[in-house]
Structure formats: C-alpha cells, structure tokens
C-alpha cells in the first residue's frame, strides 16, 4: 500500500543551524501538508502546497519556514535558523482532493535543537 | 478560530468493556478524519467521515459523524488490550484545507 515517506526519522541541530526536512507523498497526490507535534502537545498545521504553491499557511509558518517541491517526487520543509523552540516532531501529509480528502501521515522526523 | 475538543483525555477500562470517545466543535466540518498515533510515530488513519449524520464501521470500532457536522464519535465494543493508544479526531473545513487536530484521548486497556 502506498505511504508517505520521511527522512531523516531524527535530526539533532545546533541552534541557528538549517534543516531541511524531507517528505515523499503518495505518487498520485495532488496536495501536501506540513504539521508538527511538540512533545505533550495537539498536531498543529504548518502549511499546505498545491499546484506548486502554498495554498494555507499558519501564523507558525513565519519567514523562517519555507517549503518546496524540488523534483516531482519530494517535498521538503526548511527552518532557516532553528530555535530551541522548533524541537518538536515534523510530519508530512498529502492527500488526493476528492469530496473525503482524507490526509494521510508520514512517520514523522524528530527534530532536536540544541 | 476553529476548536475541537475530544472527551475524555484519558480512559483506563478493562478488557471487554465498551467506550465511546467524543469530538465537539461550534464550527461545520465538511470531513473528519479519525488516527490513531503510537508514541513518536505519525497519525495513521482509521476512518473518514464526510455526510452528516454517517455511520461507519471498522470491526469493533463505530464512527459517527453529527448531523450537523460539528461533532463526532467513536465507539468500541468489547475493547482489547490491543485498543490502547492515543486517538485523534481532526476536521477540515474544505478538501485541501488543513486539518484542526482534536487534543486526543489516550486510552488504556487493562487485561
């Protein structure tokens, strides 16, 4: 069965530091998702990407997030300059726009900022 | 801004007993989508509902979405230990829009 995928499952970083995340969504998906879970806390949505843009973003997803599709399997999630407050888990979504639009969730990447 | 709230946040039962999880919001949903998340994994789907009042069924497991599609329910019959979990509900106003995430109710299963 298809499945979003995610790499790398964990990435420590130093504070200030870039990351890049990494997502590979469901071949015939057409919309992309980028949420997070800080440890103890509710999944929060990051942005969403459609047709080579972000259609919805969050008041989270400041000039420090930006996200892109670089080829057309991958999707990545970069943080510009990390902050202790970025540790949290990163998960990827996509989803086929039908009338149920169900999401569906990668593994996720725990990112650690030190 | 668009809440949902899940009731209760925690539930410890016993083997073969039954269990109903809410989710409430004052906002119209035009789909919500029930997960299940283990810890430090994503959340992986159960069942989406999308027509008000709907009924489906996944085994043991009952979903309900309200009539008015602001809330929703998920029932277990005769829970097994295998049950335990976090579960999630989260809506989305429109396909493609993001999905609000309920706080979750972490349910344990006591053999």
């Known amino acids: 069965e298809p499945e979003v995928t995610q790499t790398p499952s964990h990435q420590v970083t130093q504070m200030g530091q870039e990351v890049i995340l990494r997502c590979v969504p469901i071949?015939?998906?057409?919309?992309f998702y980028w949420y997070r879970q800080i440890l103890g806390q509710k999944v929060e949505f990051l942005v969403s990407?459609?047709?080579?843009?972000?259609?919805?973003k969050s008041e989270i997803f400041d000039d420090q997030f930006s996200v892109e599709r670089p080829d057309g399997s991958n999707f990545t999630l970069k943080i510009r300059s990390t902050k202790l407050e970025d540790s949290a888990m990163y998960f990827c979504?996509?989803?086929?726009?039908?009338?149920?639009?169900?999401?569906?969730f990668g593994p996720g990447t725990r990112l650690t900022v030190l | 801004t668009q809440l949902l709230e899940q009731s209760p946040q925690f539930l410890s039962i016993q083997e073969g007993e039954n269990l109903t999880v809410y989710c409430n919001s004052s906002?119209?949903?035009?789909?919500l989508q029930w997960y299940r998340q283990e810890p430090g994994e994503g959340p992986v789907l159960l069942v989406t509902v999308v027509t008000g009042g709907e009924v489906k069924k996944l085994k043991r497991l009952t979903f309900q979405f309200g009539d008015a599609r602001k809330d929703s329910s998920l029932h277990i019959t005769a829970a097994q230990t295998g049950d335990t979990g976090l579960y999630l509900c989260?809506?989305?106003?429109?396909?493609?829009?993001?999905?609000?995430f309920g706080g979750g109710t972490r349910l344990m299963v006591k053999p």
């Open positions: 071949s015939n998906h057409l919309y």
């Open positions: 989260a809506g989305a106003k429109n396909a493609g829009n993001m999905l609000t």
């Open positions: 990407f459609y047709n080579n843009e972000i259609s919805e």
């Open positions: 979504a996509s989803s086929v726009v039908t009338s149920t639009d169900t999401q569906y």
């Open positions: 906002s119209v949903f035009s789909s």
